[in-house]
């Protein structure tokens, strides 16, 4: 049986792998999703993002190999969104259709489609009732992205209601070098392997929860 950290242990465990994270990244953040400063325009990005959509609008879509589900993007902020297009333009991230998406886009285009999917961001709230308990190693994810999931920093990406086997797909990437960001893979290499699908499960069922935009059209879905 897993052993789950509950009650004011966990509290105090999150307390100091708190402070260890925070150090780590005040020491680096330049190292972390480095936007610039842009404001996006959701109707402009609404109107280029027919391609994003093909996949981020569609509800359970998988991308085909390795096989795990298409983030969700409705309610992220939109300056970790951004920040994101940019590393999949550069050499951060490994995602061959992703890199050439993001390759056609200004830096104005990627944040006005971070502003249309962002639409109106999440707000921290206590965790649901019939949430799982909190496993240990959630500790060394809240100083950044909170304790149920919504994050302290706009730089850093909301994880409730995300699904499970996305985050599943990140941490090992972070693990292997499949993206490259010297706090995420500092983080992610003191998580064991045999915790990941406990957090991973945590955090995909946290309130309120991120979401798939609804493409207006598509053979999948119809506009109503």
Avoid at 60 to 69: E, L, M, Q, T
Avoid at 128 to 145: D, F, T, W
Avoid at 208 to 215: D, H, I, Q, Y
């Amino acid at each position: 049986m897993r052993k789950v950290v509950t009650g004011m242990a966990f509290w105090i465990r999150t307390g100091i792998l708190s402070v260890f994270a925070a150090g780590l990244a005040l020491a680096g953040a330049a190292a972390f999703a480095q936007a610039p400063v842009l404001k996006g325009d959701p109707v402009h990005g609404k109107a280029i993002s027919y391609t994003c959509l093909g996949c981020h609008g569609v509800d359970g879509y998988r991308n085909a190999y390795p096989n795990y589900s298409v983030p969700k993007l409705g309610g992220q902020h939109p300056e970790y969104l951004l920040a994101a297009l940019q590393e999949y333009k550069g050499d951060q991230r490994s995602h061959i259709t992703m890199h050439s998406q993001a390759s056609e886009l200004s830096d104005q285009d990627m944040a006005d489609i971070a502003a249309y999917f962002s639409g109106t961001a999440l707000q921290p709230g206590p965790a649901p009732a019939n949430a799982p308990p909190a496993p240990a190693a959630v500790a060394v994810c809240a100083a950044c992205h909170g304790a149920t999931g919504i994050s302290t920093v706009p730089n850093y990406p909301d994880l409730a209601g995300q699904h499970a086997d996305y985050l599943k797909r990140e941490i090992a990437e972070y693990k292997d070098g499949g993206r490259k960001n010297a706090i995420m893979s500092a983080m992610a290499a003191t998580i064991k392997d045999s915790d990941v699908d406990a957090l991973a499960d945590y955090f995909s069922k946290m309130q309120p929860s991120l979401s798939t935009l609804r493409r207006p059209t598509s053979i999948f879905t119809v506009e109503r």
